[in-house]
């Protein structure tokens, strides 16, 4: 028996209102970022999805973009409104320099 371990990197969301390639007009946005990854965000209207300027690959089934649309909103919800102070703890926190 194989046994797969998926290490998945901790993401720290931050909400952004910004001008959406695909929509054409500023829209909310959920942002993770990501240490040593770089950031990502999703359009919370659309559901598109760029990792560092990127556009991701769109999923090729039907509804994809109401699903994702509606899954960004309710993360852009969770983020709440952005702590500098907390966020810069958080980087130290993932960057081991809080020690
Ligand atoms: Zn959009």
């Known amino acids: ?11 720290y969301p931050i909400r952004r209102v910004l001008a959406c390639p695909t929509c054409k007009t500023r829209r909310r946005m959920i942002t993770h970022y990501e240490v040593w990854y770089g950031t990502s965000l999703t359009c919370c209207h659309c559901g598109d999805h760029w990792q560092d300027g990127e556009l991701y690959r769109r999923p090729s089934r039907r509804g994809w973009r109401k699903e994702a649309a509606a899954k960004a909103a309710a993360e852009w919800l969770a983020a709440g409104r952005h702590d500098p102070v ?6 130290k926190r993932e960057l081991g320099e809080d020690q």
């Open 1 to 11: 028996m194989t046994t797969v371990i998926v290490c998945r990197p901790r993401r």
């Open 86 to 91: 907390a966020f810069e703890t958080w980087v």
